[in-house]
C-alpha cells in the first residue's frame, strides 16, 4: 500500500511569487491535514480536508489556502510568499472513523523562500 | 488553548540503555488521545506510540512505553534497550477527541542521539 505522496520535495521560490504543493494521501483515506514545520516555531496545523471540505483552520493569513478534490487529493497554496514562509510543509492522512485518528505523513516538500 | 510541552530540547542515550523523553499537556477535556510521533533525518515522520485518556493502563510496543499521569498532565515515553535507528526527532502530540476534527497539536520536540 503506497503511502502518503508530497510533491516537490524541494523548491526554492522568491518573495512574491506564489507555490502550490500536492498531496495524494493514501488510498481510501479522507481526511487530509497540512502542517507547518520550522525550526523556530515547530509544527504548526494549516488546515484539515474531508470529502472536499475543509473541515478545520489554524492560525495562518490568508495568503495560505487549500483545497482537496474528489479523489482526496489535496492541494495547497500559498500566494505572495515570505521569507518568513521557508518551512518544511507536511501533509498527513487519516482514515475517517478511526477512534484515534492516527496521521500518516508523508516525507514533506521543503521550501525555499529567497 | 491546549498546549503541549517537550522540556528537554535535545537528549543522549548509549546503545541498549534506556532512556525516557518528557511530555506535559494542558488541556481542560477529558476524553483525548496522546501520541508520541518519530522524525528520522529522513523527515517522514511515524506514529511511535498512542494512549487513550480513557485508558488507565499505560501503552506499550515492543521496547516503547508510556507513563500516563492524566492527573498531572504527563505523558513520558521510555525507550528500551535503544537502538542507533532510535536516533531521530520525538514530538509529543495532543488530540481532543471530540472535536470531529483530527488536528494534533504538537510539542516542540526532543531530539534524541544514541551513542554507539
Known amino acids: 500500500k503506497a503511502g502518503v505522496t508530497q510533491t516537490p520535495r524541494y523548491l526554492i521560490k522568491t518573495r512574491g511569487q506564489q507555490v502550490t504543493l500536492s498531496c495524494s494521501p493514501i488510498s481510501g483515506h479522507r481526511s487530509v491535514s497540512w502542517y507547518q514545520q520550522t525550526p523556530g516555531q515547530g509544527l504548526q496545523f494549516l488546515f484539515e480536508y474531508f470529502s472536499e471540505t475543509q473541515r478545520n483552520k489554524g492560525n495562518f493569513p490568508g495568503r495560505f489556502s487549500g483545497r482537496q478534490f474528489s479523489n482526496s487529493r489535496s492541494e495547497m497554496n500559498v500566494s505572495t510568499l515570505e521569507l518568513g514562509d521557508s518551512a518544511l510543509y507536511l501533509c498527513a492522512s487519516s482514515r475517517q472513523g478511526a477512534n484515534t485518528g492516527e496521521l500518516f505523513f508523508g516525507e514533506g516538500s521543503r521550501l525555499t523562500v529567497l | 488553548a491546549q498546549t503541549v510541552t517537550q522540556s528537554q530540547p535535545e537528549m543522549s542515550v548509549q546503545e541498549a540503555e534506556t532512556v525516557t523523553l518528557s511530555c506535559t499537556y494542558d488541556?481542560?477535556?477529558?476524553?483525548?488521545?496522546l501520541f508520541w510521533y518519530k522524525q528520522p533525518p529522513s523527515r517522514q515522520m511515524i506514529l511511535v506510540i498512542r494512549q487513550e485518556a480513557y485508558k488507565q493502563q499505560n501503552a506499550t510496543e515492543n521496547r516503547f512505553s508510556v507513563n500516563f499521569q492524566k492527573a498531572a498532565k504527563s505523558f513520558s515515553l521510555k525507550i528500551s534497550d535503544s537502538q542507533l535507528g532510535d536516533a531521530a526527532m520525538y514530538f509529543c502530540a495532543y488530540r481532543f477527541s471530540g472535536a470531529g476534527s483530527y488536528q494534533l497539536t504538537f510539542g516542540k520536540g526532543t531530539k534524541l542521539s544514541v551513542i554507539p
Open positions: 488541556t481542560s477535556e477529558s476524553d483525548y488521545y
